[in-house]
């Protein structure tokens, strides 16, 4: 479904791959403009090169979400070059069941890129939004920001913090026009899951964790996104919306 976001500008971070791809280029076929950013340059600019092709207009702003420097700067760049920053889908994260995140190492990049990450980029965005009097602000978290992992508790702890972080902003600034929410993604065909799924015996076991018995779409994500970000939604602010094909139905 397209929505008329005309005259409407919004970032995606880690918008070069995956459901950050997806939902930059939904939203600019929605007709808003689009800040693409991302640590690939390479992945970032061809998102670009896909909004052009559909006739949307975005540019490409390298960010690395666990600098602070870097996110004021992307935010920054929106409201130069557009205006203003309606929409803000704060997506960028780390996910790799191959790794040991018990390890100091692995824990610290956790927490920098998913949670604080997250934070920092609602801190530049929400600055904005307070004084244009109006804003969204879309996270990803994931199911396991609701249900526990016995291999990943680095992933899990901080998806449980960006439930935590959405919940809170969302309460602190109900009365200032911004709306907070956050969608909450089971098993995605992303690169991320592609690299772990690349054995036909591992992807049928994926798929076979949803009740649907099948991996999901970036673009299905991406619609999620775009329905908290319209008008459609006005009423909602501080919910999860669970997009896992029933996996995680009682």
């Not at 930059?24 to 693409?36: E, N, P, T």
């Not at 960028?92 to 692995?106: M, V």
């Amino acid at each position: 479904m397209k929505y008329p976001f005309e005259d409407k500008v919004a970032l995606v971070t880690g918008a070069g791959s995956g459901i950050g791809r997806a939902t930059a280029l939904a939203f600019a076929a929605s007709g808003a403009a689009v800040v693409v950013t991302d640590v690939n340059d390479g992945s970032g600019l061809d998102t670009v090169t896909q909004i052009k092709t559909i006739g949307g207009r975005a540019i490409y702003v390298r960010c690395d979400v666990s600098q602070p420097n870097d996110v004021d700067a992307a935010v920054a760049r929106a409201v130069t070059e557009f205006g203003r920053l309606d929409f803000a889908h704060n997506n960028a994260g780390i996910n790799s069941l191959a790794a040991d995140e018990w390890t100091d190492a692995h824990w610290q990049r956790s927490l920098s890129i998913n949670l604080t990450g997250v934070m920092y980029c609602m801190r530049a965005e929400s600055a904005v939004m307070l004084k244009q009097g109006k804003g969204t602000i879309v996270n990803t978290a994931s199911i396991n920001g609701f249900t526990g992992n016995a291999h990943q508790p680095a992933y899990t702890a901080t998806k449980h913090g960006v439930v935590g972080l959405t919940r809170h902003a969302a309460l602190r600034w109900a009365r200032n026009g911004i709306r907070v929410n956050a969608v909450c993604p089971g098993v995605i065909e992303t690169p991320m899951t592609d690299a772990i799924a690349a054995r036909p015996e591992i992807r049928k076991v994926m798929e076979e964790m949803t009740p649907m018995g099948r991996i999901g779409q970036p673009r299905e994500v991406a619609a999620g996104v775009l329905w908290l970000c319209s008008d459609e939604a006005s009423f909602v602010t501080g919910q999860m919306l669970i997009i896992d094909g029933g996996a995680t139905v009682d």
